[in-house]
């Protein structure tokens, strides 16, 4: 199975957006805009082949190799 290469970005959203955070509190915590969330979110769901944001925190785990 091929697996997508995240940028470590996209893999700091992601680990955020897997602890519950909304995109605006990660743009906070990252000190970035919330577009720029919004961006590498979407870049990282057409990277997996994913339709939504939903289904890309779905499969967070096996993204980010968590145990």
């Known amino acids: 199975m091929y697996k997508a290469v995240l940028t470590e970005r996209e893999k700091d959203i ?3 957006k897997l602890d519950g955070l909304i ?3 990660v743009a906070k915590r990252l000190a970035i805009s919330y577009s ?3 961006t590498h979110i979407n870049r990282a769901r057409l990277k997996c082949g994913c339709e939504s944001t939903l289904q890309l925190i779905l499969q ?3 993204l980010l ?3």
């Open 65 to 67: 190799n968590i145990a």
């Open 60 to 62: 967070a785990n096996d």
């Open 14 to 16: 992601l680990a955020l």
């Open 23 to 25: 995109d605006k509190e």
């Open 36 to 38: 720029t969330v919004r």
